[in-house]
């Protein structure tokens, strides 16, 4: 029962949190433009205005792949610790979540796959280019990181920083967390890594058929999908939280800093993006990798 | 079952299929069938038992000596069901291209041989078995004729270098203990020194090498795999290059302890760190080539070599998790990659071989049971939760981050986030984005083709959810080498480091699913559009007259071509350059011209004669 209110509880939060941050995000880049922006709550007015609207579909697997995409992201959520409360703990650990993270991508590339729009597979295409470029330096990061714990769980990893304080901080570490913040806009899909969606060049890749109930999924596994990000770069790195108030505040924290490179940054070409991944972030964390395997054999 | 009458009605089934398909195709057909359905289920009765048959004593001396343990079982059964899949798939898809007898013939004695190799329980008979797969494999892959026949003698002459290192490492084996029976081999190698048995490990590594595809051993295998008939390709894939692995982990486990292999050679070089770094080597290069193909045989054949990586990292790190790890991949791999080659060949069925992934598309329309089955099968090949490929992964990596090797770690995972970017290309070029014309009468694949691949994709959901049946079996063969077994349930792995619960995984991901299908439902109803009906921003682009699929990771391809080139099939070409321009220069002097060589007899006399009449040498 404590369980069943567990997952309701992290998984409704964290889709409100991810809103949240999406109004927020509209808002604090109009303030930075010097534009007025739409209010804060726009993103849940639009889910309810998508959700009644008749869509257009263009087969099973353009519905199947939606639903499997926001599936894949709201089960990442209960594996991810929420300060404290962790429904899923206990059943593979981060290499779990890792391979959890992909279902989301996927079911949307298998979706817009099918809907044979040409913008939608080129926005694909860049897409996993992109994931490709950034999960170099990201593997290298969660393995230093798990190489230094000695343990493959988020929760584990989550108790010893509380004790010993930020992995950001600590000596051995600080490597492979500045790899990180290098590459959190590229996992998170913000400028100057935007070239998925560029509703300028291709409108909007992946979401150029989506219209409807459609929309309003993607806008949710969207909203998912920056808590994910977020939250897994405040638990690994930013001690997570001992309850829910402060993991919130550190996450609002972590939004920030990446709001305001949004905000001012103009857009990668997909091979730009590539090439800046695998140079410097990826130099840092294999750097980071070695000084933690050195310092722990 | 006895062992001796298992094998006999195995060979006797394959001659007895060829020779009544010179009677009745159809008898042939189901013959075919009822001989590997009788072959699984001898093989199923055995299960979990442990004995030894001597066949025969007389041959040069030399007991043949056939052996049953659960670890030859697991192998055994694979490969018999593999086989199973593969023979029902080619009935119609053989019948289309002529000498089917042939092929029948070919392809059992192929199976029943590695079924051969797998339950002999002497280095002989093993030989035996092992130079009667490699030849009928041969015959196989050079089926089409062509271009097959360029890609079965590429294949044949290593395989004849891989066998002749076998023979040097038997006689080696022999002169040293005396003896060819497993057994005895393993009783007497405990006081060989480590520089003997390093020697003998690298003369098998040649041979176990070559047919496991292991880099720089592989170049045969992407020209066979994507020559060869489909049916035969789920085959050779699927199992046949696993006889590689099975030799390895007979030779390393069951002859040579792992104890001692672990701690074999200088603790920086020795033989099984090189076969980490080829196993790492193995899964990086391959994946990144995979990247470029764009046939798509060519391209699983790649993924295949990859994949093999997995299964020796796993293999030669030596730890019980990280064996059960590389032998649960052996199985999974066997399962998900006969399937997608079943895929493929029903895609080449339907619309009269074509491979070239850029020049379909959009058949999820016409075939959709190919589909399914064909993502599952990138599912497994990917590793997402609730396949099978999933839990023999994370087995691997977990036993390389605990051991703290974080290095072989990250080659492992980047090979499967590489695996991901090929994985998708293949679905969607083939299947997703717009239908040519040319395919809008297109029909949906035979029955007889959709029943293997709907069985095997069940397979890898199925091992996927429940890997503790798989792992059971794996437990016992661990137990038989003397390797303390993991500690498992029916959901997966309950390890004190760390554990994998497939329970949780899979109630949240369906639980979560129908959720948010009902939920989905709730909604206004959707109006479903054509292919061309869709949004282009005001320039939409004409049906039929763009393939927007065509260098679809362009960009990140021309980035790492430069660095990617295929030093190991250079080097080959190289030799085998060299050694034709040595055997012209040769031929210049045997001109087969009987003339000639009284002309050469008498120079040589002639050249004695001066000798001796000048220096007076004798």
Known sequence: MVLVLQILFVSILACLVGLFLIGLSRKVTARIHWRYGPPLSQPFIDIVKWFSQTAVSHGKLFDAGMIFSLTGSVVVVLFLPFGGICPLSGSGGLLVILYLMLIAPLGIALSAGESANPHASIGVSRKMQLAFGYELSLLMILLSLMTYYRTVSIVDIVETQIQAGWSLVQLPLVVSGLAYLLIMPAIMGIRPFEMIQAPQEISSGPMAEYGGKFLAFATLQHAFNIYIGLSLFVNLFMGGGSNAGYFLIKLLLAFMVFQVVHAVWPRFRIEQAVRYLWRWPALLAFIGLIIVWVTTS | ?618
């Open chain 2, 1 to 618: 079952m006895k062992l001796e009458i298992l094998l006999a009605v195995f060979f006797g089934g394959s001659l007895l299929t060829y020779l009544l398909g010179k009677i009745s195709k159809r008898a042939r057909d189901i013959l075919a069938v009822l001989v590997l359905l009788f072959a699984t289920a001898g093989i199923t009765s055995l299960y979990g038992k442990s004995s030894t048959a001597t066949l025969y004593t007389g041959f040069l001396d030399f007991p043949m000596v056939l052996s049953i343990h659960p670890f030859a079982w697991i192998f055994a059964l694979t490969i018999a069901v593999v086989g199973l899949c593969a023979v029902i798939f080619s009935w119609l898809y053989i019948r289309k291209k002529g000498r089917t007898d042939f092929f029948y013939f070919m392809m059992l004695l192929v199976i029943f041989s590695m079924i051969g190799i797998v339950l002999s329980g002497d280095f002989l008979s093993f030989y035996i078995f092992w130079e009667m797969m490699s030849w009928s494999t041969f015959l196989l892959i050079s089926y089409n004729r062509g271009k097959a026949i360029a890609a079965g003698m590429k294949y044949i002459v290593m395989s004849v270098a891989g066998s002749l290192a076998m023979l040097v490492g038997m006689i080696s084996l022999y002169t040293q203990t005396g003896t060819l029976v497993f057994e005895g081999i393993s009783g007497s190698l405990n006081s060989a020194s480590s520089g003997y048995l390093q020697f003998i490990l690298i003369l098998f590594f040649v041979a176990f090498g070559i047919k496991n595809a292991i880099w720089p051993l592989h170049v045969w295998l992407p020209p066979a795999h994507s020559e060869a008939p489909s049916p035969f390709s789920a085959v050779l894939s699927g199992v046949l290059i696993k006889i590689g692995t099975f030799g390895f982990i007979l030779l390393i486990y069951g002859i040579i302890q792992v104890q001692v292999f672990v701690n074999l050679g200088h603790a920086l070089f020795n033989v099984r760190n090189l076969l980490l770094l080829l196993g790492a080597v193995t899964i990086l290069i391959p994946t990144f080539i995979a990247l470029f193909q764009d046939d798509a045989k060519r391209l699983l054949a790649w993924s295949t070599v990859a994949q093999a990586g997995y299964i020796i990292l796993g293999i030669a790190y030596g730890t019980s998790e990280s064996l059960s790890g590389g032998t649960l991949h052996f199985f999974n791999h066997a399962l998900f990659k006969s399937l997608l080659f079943m895929v493929v060949g029903a895609v080449e069925f339907r619309t009269n071989g074509v491979r070239d992934l850029n020049s379909l598309g959009g058949l999820i329309k016409k075939m959709p049971v190919t589909f399914v089955a064909g993502l599952i099968g990138v599912c497994g090949l990917i590793g997402v939760p609730l396949t099978n490929g999933f839990v023999s992964k994370w087995l691997i990596y977990h036993t390389l981050i605990v051991n703290h090797s974080p290095f072989l770690a990250f080659v492992a995972l980047l090979g499967t986030w590489g695996t991901i970017l090929y994985s998708y290309k293949l679905i969607h070029h083939i299947f997703l984005g717009q239908l040519p014309r040319k395919y809008e009468k297109l029909q949906a694949a035979p029955v007889s083709m959709k029943v293997p691949m709907i069985f095997l994709s069940l397979t890898v959901f199925v091992f996927g959810v429940l890997p503790g049946l798989p792992l059971h079996v794996i437990n016992l063969s661990e137990l038989g080498f003397g390797m303390e077994p993991l500690a498992i349930n029916m959901w997966g792995v309950v390890t004190g480091s760390g554990s994998i619960q497939m329970l949780n995984i899979a109630t949240a991901l369906i639980l979560g699913g129908i959720v948010l299908w009902l939920f989905f439902r709730m909604g206004p109803k959707n109006t479903r559009a054509d292919q061309m009906d869709n949004y282009a921003a005001g320039a939409p682009v004409p049906a039929d007259r763009y393939q927007y699929s065509v260098k679809f990771y362009d960009p990140l391809t021309r980035m790492i071509a430069p660095y990617l080139k295929d030093i190991a099939d250079n080097f080959y070409s190289a030799l085998a350059r060299g050694i034709r321009n040595a055997g012209n220069g040769i031929r210049r002097i045997y001109t087969g011209d009987v003339g000639n060589y009284a002309l050469y007899i008498i120079l040589f006399l002639a050249i004695l004669i001066f000798i001796q009449l000048y220096w007076k040498v004798w």
